[in-house]
């Protein structure tokens, strides 16, 4: 998902990624920028490591999670590095951020999997469920879940009340009923209610997510999303202005992200 695609109907939710590189490979993507937006990882396979100033040392596997917003801009790409797993398997997730935030200050964070609510087979990445609030700074009016069903196991997700927009994807396994969903493969549910889902005769590994919807317009740059030129061109004059004081890459480790 992107947004120029289905990032415009699921919107704050604007762009998902499946990733599944073999762990060296973690690090090799260049420090790049962004602002107006916030990125969510969150791993539901194999591990990493994070090593940060503010938040300290520590390991992301299933569940655990690296949040960012970006703000008026930072630099970011090499913040973490390989874990003991060969392989990796995870979703990034960025969300548009509302006028107040999208030009404001920087903000991260790194959670490790037991610092994260759990309730039923669901994780609560962002906003709260079931009387499970996640420690995530996001705005709110979110909701994001990282979920594994048992072969054959249902499970009903009940969105909260003004939560008019909803998706899913699946990273391991299938979800069956009218319409399967598939590995790889994300659907864009619609309607309003409690979304009974239930996993294949392997199980499945997905996030789940709703929101009120986010009222204004998508206004991107290359690594930006804004809800108006002016406030674009604000952030990427600001991106501009952080380039010129990145620090040296570290070749051997994690450079935390750059938030000048």
């Known amino acids: ?105 920087v903000d991260s964070q790194y959670l490790e999997a037991p610092a994260m609510p759990v309730t039923g087979p669901a994780t609560v990445i962002m906003g709260e469920y079931d009387g499970a609030k996640s420690p995530v700074r996001s705005p709110d009016g979110i909701n994001y879940l990282l979920v594994t069903l048992k072969p054959g196991q249902s499970w009903i997700y009940t969105p909260p009340e003004g939560h008019d927009v909803a998706w899913l994807a699946v990273s391991h396994g299938a979800l069956m009923g009218s319409v399967p969903v598939e590995a790889g493969e994300m659907a864009v549910l619609e309607g309003s209610g409690p979304v009974v889902l239930d996993g294949s005769s392997e199980g499945a590994t997905f996030v789940i997510g709703s929101a009120v919807p986010h009222p204004f317009d998508l206004v991107t740059g290359y690594y930006s999303v804004h809800t108006s030129k002016v406030a674009l061109i604000k952030g990427e004059a600001h991106i501009e202005e952080l380039r010129a004081r990145l620090p040296t890459q570290n070749p051997t480790g994690p450079t935390p992200v750059f938030r000048g």
């Open 1 to 105: 998902m992107s947004p120029g695609d289905y990032g415009k109907i699921v919107k704050p939710f604007v762009f998902l990624d499946l990733f599944s590189p073999e762990a060296h490979a973690v690090g090799d993507m260049p420090l790049h920028p962004h602002s107006g937006l916030a990125t969510i990882t969150v791993l539901t396979e194999g591990d990493l490591r994070f090593d940060d100033p503010v938040s300290g040392s520590g390991t992301l596997s299933y569940g655990g999670v690296e949040w960012m917003r970006a703000g008026n801009g930072v630099w970011h790409g090499k913040e973490m590095s390989p874990g003991t797993a060969a392989r990796i398997k995870g979703f990034q997730l960025w969300i548009a951020l509302p006028p107040e935030l999208e030009n404001g200050a």
